[in-house]
């Protein structure tokens, strides 16, 4: 029996699409069918018409208005999130939303509520949280790998600064991660709050610091044409938070863009230690630190430290079995390893044909809005934030060792 097909159109052409997303929703995955894409720069559109048959360049009122389009994929910039968003429910389109969802939590919000008044199916970006390395460390926690979960540590930084001589002044150079509802934190942190909210769920309470730390900023590079003028950044660039889960764990959670790249990712248990990969990856290693990760090496199982000058008493709990914390590296459980951008609308067109909650539901971009929007607001308070969101910690995917053609399938439940 044939696979029966989710009909698509795309709106928003440009690198992300591309790069990596149009290909995906063609070539990678059998449920989608894209028929239509259409972008403000026609000849976008018109390249992915040329590129990918079946595929047709139309205006964003034709794609709207087209009946054929069941789902429309929003890879616009974050300033035109809301505005598309809003233009697909008010045509009676499910979306599926490159992240974040909203420039504020406000808008996502509003946006929320209209999917939900009309009885349609909102899903968002980021997707990442569905590859290897993020579902087989779901499996192990769930499992009981480090025992209970205590504490998570998510952290990350780049350093972005207007350093090319065509910042901005061409849209492939458009630098979103500096403009209002593209900073960091919502490009990058989203990333990480979906893969905590995969591990751990919803999110009770909320504090932070930071913000905007340098709006002025000044172009550096002397081939820009407005060299060594200033601007105005109008989104926030670092924020630190601390988050309780309702489930008990606590996170810190480090975005900036003002400091040299770093990361790191960690989840405590009160059994050992779990090393995470990176959530802007599919594939990615992760590791576990923990006693008896390993055999032990030791034959006779005596203590290293062992001080043949001790008193005999204490020679007796020296020579106890020793056995010390031992790092290894686990191995993947699941499938998607690769840059498969594209898997959450997948999964969001099985659960059309399924009649089942996607695994990336808006509750889920929702909470994670409203976390960025809490540790700002906790910043200019003072005050621990009290989250009025909440959303379902998503289905896990199954492990198997299908073939990476056949991994699809899991998303067929």
Not at 239 to 264: K, P, Q, R, W, Y
């Amino acid at each position: 029996m044939a696979l029966k097909k989710v009909k698509v159109g795309v709106v928003g052409c440009g690198g992300i699409c591309k790069g990596t997303y149009m290909d995906n929703m063609v070539n990678k995955f059998e449920v989608i069918e894209v028929v239509a894409c259409a972008d403000k720069i026609e000849s976008r559109a018109k390249w992915m018409e040329d590129h990918y048959p079946g595929v047709k360049a139309m205006s964003v009122e034709e794609l709207m208005n087209d009946p054929e389009v069941q789902v429309v994929v929003n890879l616009t910039y974050p300033e035109s999130h809301v505005e598309i968003s809003k233009m697909a429910f008010e045509h009676g389109k499910h979306v599926y939303c490159e992240k974040m969802m909203a420039p504020t939590f406000e808008e996502a919000k509003m946006l929320y509520d209209l999917a939900k008044e009309k009885g349609l199916m909102f899903t968002t970006a980021p997707d990442t949280f569905l590859g290897a390395w993020s579902q087989s460390a779901r499996k192990y926690l769930d499992d009981g790998i480090i025992g209970r979960p205590v504490t998570a540590h998510a952290q990350v930084s780049r350093h972005y600064d207007p350093d090319s001589p065509f910042f901005d002044t061409a849209p492939k150079h458009f630098f979103f991660p500096l403009h209002y509802g593209g900073g960091f934190p919502f490009d990058l942190g989203g990333y990480y709050l979906h893969v905590l909210i995969n591990l751990f769920g919803s999110i009770k309470r909320v504090t932070g610091f930071g913000g905007n730390l340098f709006p002025e900023r000044t172009y550096k590079n002397p081939k820009h044409p407005k060299y060594k003028e200033t601007f105005e950044v109008n989104t926030p660039t670092t924020l630190i938070g601390a988050l309780e889960f309702e489930c008990g764990v606590l996170a810190t959670f480090n975005i900036s863009s003002d400091t040299s790249t770093s990361h790191a990712f960690t989840v405590g248990g009160d059994q050992g230690y779990l090393i995470l990969g990176d959530p802007n990856m599919f594939g990615d290693t992760i590791k576990v630190r923990r006693p008896g990760a390993a055999p032990n090496t030791n034959p006779f199982g005596v203590n290293p430290f062992f001080d043949a000058n001790k008193e005999k008493d204490d020679d007796v709990q020296q020579l106890a079995e020793f056995t010390p914390e031992q790092e290894v590296a686990l191995p993947n459980l699941c499938g998607f390893y690769d840059s498969l951008r594209g898997v959450g609308l997948a999964d969001m067109c099985y659960a059309i044909l399924n009649n089942r909650r996607p695994r990336c539901h808006a509750d889920i971009g929702l909470h994670a809005c409203e976390v960025i929007d809490a540790i700002q607001e906790s910043a200019r308070t003072g005050k621990i934030y009290e989250m009025t969101t909440r959303c379902e910690r998503p289905a896990p995917l199954a492990t198997t060792s299908w073939s990476v053609t056949c991994q699809e399938a899991v998303l067929d439940d």
